[in-house]
Each structure stands twice: as C-alpha cells, then as structure tokens.
C-alpha cells in the first residue's frame, strides 16, 4: 500500500498543511457508502481554508492513499476568511469555512459570479464541539456558565477565583491568578461561531455581537489559527481559550452550563444541536446552510459547536476540476470520510438526511 504524505509547517505569521491526498471515483448515488474504489484521475487539487478540519482533512488522506495514487489534493488551513477570499478569486476550486456565505459584506454574490453566474455549492462536511480549552494547574474539572464564560472573554472577569466562577465550582481550588484569555488573531468562522454562542446566551455580559474578527477592546490574547491558540494557552499557565475540541491535547476541557446541568464537549452532544437546528434563511437546492440552536437546554447537549462546510462551484471551465472536486466532496462526504474523521478528528458525523443531500447536490458538479 502506497503511503499518504501528510507535511505540516508552520512559520511564523503563516499555518500551513498541505495534505498529499489520493482522490476517489464516483459515490454512490443514493447511500453514502464510501467512493474509494479506485479510478483514472490524476492531477492536483488545491485548496484550503478552515483549520478547523486539519485534523479531519488528515484523517481523510489516509482513506484516499491508494484509490488513485496519481492525485494530489492540497489543502491549505489558513482560515474560514482566507479560505473564501481565495474560493472567490478564484484561486482555489474548493475551500472549507467555518461560516456559510452571506451577503452581509457582499461575499455570496461575489462566489456566485466567481461560478459563472451559478450559486456556489455549500454543504456541511465536519461537526464538532468548540472546546473551551484551559491551562489551570490543580484543577481537573471546571465548570462555566454561559454568563461566566462570557464574562471571560469579554475582559470582565479578570481573576480565577472571581464569584461567577467560584459558585459552579464549590470542590475546586481556584487560584487569585489573573485570567488569560486567548482568542484567534485571524479572520474566523470559529470565532463567529463562538461569539453567535456568547451573543444569543449571554448578551449582557458579551456586547460585541458576531463577529470573525475578535474585538481589540476585549483585550486578551491573540493567537493566528487553531493550532496558534491551542500552543498559547498549552505554553502560559491559568490561560484559557477556544478551539476544535479535537485539536485541543491534553489540556482541560471546561463544562458549559446548559439548563440545569453542564455539559462536556463530544461528538455525540455536539450532534444532537445539529439535529435540533433550523436551516439558514440562504438554504436552497446547493446550499446545505444551517443556523445553529445555541440557546438549546435539551439535556445532553453541549451547545458550543460549528458546522464546517466545503464550498464549490456547480461547473468549472477546466472539466477536470469538476471531476477532481465532485470526487473528492464525495469520500468526505461518504460513509468511510465521515467514519474516518470521526475517529482520527473526534466529529460527528453527518446525519442520514444531511448526509443524503448534500451528496445529491455533489453529484451533479460538472
């Protein structure tokens, strides 16, 4: 069996991960077996966008090492809003995002015109908790609400052992230490997600809306990308930060208050809000969108979670783009893709409806 090179290099400034990555024939229309059964393709694909699917995209690579050993996909973890920037342009054929498009700052219709005229092809490919990561010696198990955690963030709670965090964690030894507070330094649908989350449960203590971009009068620390907050609060003692669940190592994961209990981040309970959620108002025939139920107090699920989504054109100008791009979607979208991110990245994977729909959306890129 030929091995998969998977090279990872980040510099300063700049996260990057290409991904050498064997594609794979047609998916099977009506179920969501897996696509790997070998195939004539050959070439490369570059694309890139969300880190968030890092861990994911490697998992992937893996599953698509001996389909067709003569592609090579390269996908570039620079960001929701770097991924879609270069989608647009034109510059990648497909991009994961962290966020849907919008026309809130005109990107929709830019996408659409970057397709010929066509709306883009949106479909969710990765679920998975946004983890509440922190560095806090002697203390095994913390538990936030809604209002602490958004206090937190938004520089208004400033020491561990403040009331808002003492009264959910009456056994645990908090320190007087002042609070770090990481957050991404880039443009990202992570971020998004997890101001939508402050901003819908708590609105009086996070003020700052939704936002990509953190807001400077928040204060804390930034840091570029998944792997850049995960490194600062892993290097800086009594710091917490937000991430991918599954790239967050061995640091403490915080329980988040949902009802009457609190909730640790899995894929099993970051699942059940997709379920409960309704779809976006942009959803349509392509466009597979999702606004996700972050006030949910159903018991068991953990509130905090972004829905990744692959982006691409219906055509392409270059006929073997499309076949490249169709039958990648298709094994990350299949039963073996999803199967294989669940175990190597710890998402959840798509639902039977979800799954369904959005391969009938795939198969028609041309």
Not at 56 to 67: K, P, R, S, T
Not at 135 to 140: S, T
């Amino acid at each position: 069996m030929t091995s998969t090179s998977i090279r990872r290099a980040i510099v300063p400034g700049i996260a990057a991960l290409t991904l050498a990555l064997s594609a794979c024939g047609a998916a099977n229309e009506s179920t969501g077996s897996s696509s790997a059964e070998g195939g004539d393709l050959s070439g490369t694909l570059a694309g890139g966008g969300a880190s968030t699917q890092q861990a994911a995209m490697g998992a992937w690579a893996v599953g698509f090492q001996g389909a067709n050993p003569d592609v090579t996909v390269e996908y570039d973890p620079i960001g929701s809003g770097g991924g879609r920037e270069n989608f647009i342009s034109g510059a990648f054929p497909f991009a994961g995002s962290d966020a849907y498009l919008t026309d809130d700052e005109g990107e929709l219709s830019d996408a659409t015109e970057r397709c010929g005229g066509d709306a883009p092809i949106q479909v969710p490919s990765y679920i998975s908790p946004i983890a509440v990561a922190y560095n806090l010696p002697g203390v095994d198990e913390l538990r936030l609400s809604p209002q602490a955690l958004a206090g937190i963030m938004a520089g208004k709670i400033t020491t561990w052992d403040d009331e808002a965090i003492a009264a959910d964690n009456p056994d645990a030894d908090l320190p007087s230490e002042r609070i770090n507070a990481v957050h991404r330094s880039d443009e990202s649908g992570t971020t998004e997600n997890f101001t939508d989350y402050l901003d819908t449960v708590a609105p009086d203590e996070w003020d700052a809306g939704v936002v990509e971009t953190w807001p400077t009068e928040y204060g804390g620390e930034g840091a570029k990308g998944t792997s850049g907050v995960v490194q600062t609060v892993e290097n800086s003692e009594f710091s917490i930060g937000y991430a991918d669940a599954s790239q967050t190592g061995e640091l403490g994961q915080a329980l988040i208050g949902v009802g009457d209990d609190f909730v640790e981040p899995s894929a099993e309970a970051a699942a059940k809000i997709l379920e409960a959620s309704p779809e976006a108002e942009g959803a349509s025939d392509t466009a597979v969108i999702y606004d996700l139920d972050f006030a949910t107090e159903e018991s068991g699920t953990y509130p905090i979670v972004l829905t990744s989504y692959l982006m691409a054109c219906q055509s392409y100008d270059d006929a073997a783009d499309g076949e490249l791009v169709r039958a990648f979607m298709e094994y990350v979208i299949s039963d073996e893709g999803q199967d294989q991110a669940a175990a190597e990245a710890g998402s959840a994977p798509l639902s039977d409806t979800i799954q369904e729909q959005s391969l009938s959306i795939i198969e028609n890129i041309g």
